[in-house]
């Protein structure tokens, strides 16, 4: 592997890390705080094609490499989490899937208008007794007159009320486990689609959240992904790439937890000399800029597989898991080091902290992710 980055993957990066300073830092507090879909920002980031990134220009992506996303989505992530998994969402499991198991005229009628921005993607799987355990599925789409009827509820839906399309899970054979799953393309305008409240969140509260209600909802039969059982194998297989765009989330996170610490570090005095001076200090940082260069390598690692179209799946979950790790460390010693000026809001890395936790949580736990680690290499 090549550990230099392109000069259009640079391009990439300088591009993310103006963008996220000029028109996502300016307003990511207030945002935060009354839990603001970032409307606007995203419609920007459209624009600059970073909604569907590795999608083929074809269909009205970028056509850019898995390695160029994950260094974007973590200049995204560095000053904004919750516009950085609203932009991991709709490229790792809404358009990937799609691209990845669709057929021709499904990637041609859904794929332009998600990957420019024109309707925005969310993604279906776990339900009110179904997280981990997505095989305990209960949502049920039957078969009618050129339809699938749908009846079930979905919840903790990252773009639930914003998007425009959502890729949803549902059993089509009773009795039969995973075997039973099927995935479809459901638009959200449909008759017996209803939306829960919008959840109020520890974390990334600038995205939202939601439940979604089917009653009776009937999804045309073109819109069922590949056939039905599918599902499952479906959503693993792009599970797979979202843990490396949730694992770039994290590394942002935790990056702009250790450049804030710097910093302060080095204006912040007690006992007459800046508390960068003290070993306690630099540990911690030494700590941070350790664990984050080795979450970067390893992201950079899976995204590379991806590019070259080799299995990925242990080395995502190990992404994932370090990575998310690292975030929840270096936020929490960031507001260490900022000491009660951390504890208040207005500083920001409290913020951090916040939006860290998700990144241990979904898309795989991180005891998920070391399942699949062990199981990986229990095979070999």
Request: aromatic residues 8%.
């Amino acid at each position: 592997m090549n550990f230099n980055y392109t000069e259009e993957q640079l391009l990439i990066q300088k591009t993310a890390r103006d963008f996220a300073k000029d028109h996502l830092e300016p307003g990511v507090i207030d945002r935060d705080d009354t839990c603001t879909f970032p409307e606007k920002e995203i419609a920007l980031m459209a624009d600059l094609g970073f909604m569907g990134m590795m999608v083929p220009e074809e269909y009205g992506g970028a056509g850019m490499d898995a390695v160029s996303y994950v260094t974007a989505l973590e200049e995204i992530a560095a000053v904004d989490a919750s516009a950085a998994v609203i932009m991991s969402v709709n490229n790792s499991l809404v358009t990937q899937l799609i691209q990845n198991f669709a057929s021709d005229d499904q990637k041609a009628q859904f794929l332009p208008d998600i990957a420019n921005g024109k309707k925005l993607g969310a993604f279906s799987l776990s339900e009110p007794q179904s997280g981990s355990d997505a095989g305990n599925m209960r949502t049920f789409a039957e078969r009618k007159n050129g339809h699938y009827v749908l009846n079930g509820t979905k919840n903790w839906v990252t773009n639930g009320i914003s998007s425009g399309v959502v890729i949803v899970l549902a059993v089509t054979e009773k009795n039969v486990g995973s075997k039973g799953i099927s995935a479809f393309i459901v638009e959200k305008d449909l008759e017996g689609l209803s939306l829960g409240k919008k959840e109020d969140k520890l974390g990334i509260r600038g995205s939202d959240t939601c439940e979604l209600y089917f009653e009776n909802c009937q999804v045309p039969v073109n819109c069922l992904i590949g056939n039905e059982g599918d599902g499952f194998k479906i959503a693993l297989g792009t599970l797979d790439g979202g843990r490396i765009g949730i694992a770039s989330q994290a590394l942002g996170i935790a990056r702009s937890a250790m450049e804030k610490s710097v910093a302060y570090a080095k204006e912040r005095k007690q006992f007459k000399k800046p508390i960068a001076e003290f070993g306690a200090i630099q540990s911690k940082l030494a700590t941070m800029a350790t664990n984050i260069n080795a979450a970067r390598l390893l992201i950079l690692q899976a995204a590379h597989l991806k590019d070259e179209h080799k299995p990925y799946s242990k080395e995502a979950a190990m992404a994932k898991v370090f990575a998310s790790r690292t975030a929840m460390e270096a936020s929490t010693d960031c507001v260490q080091i900022f000491g009660g000026y951390g504890y208040m809001r207005e500083y920001g890395v409290e913020r951090l902290m916040r939006d860290a936790k998700i990144t241990q949580i979904y898309e795989g736990t991180s005891e998920i992710q070391e399942l699949v680690i062990a199981r990986s290499l229990l095979k070999e």
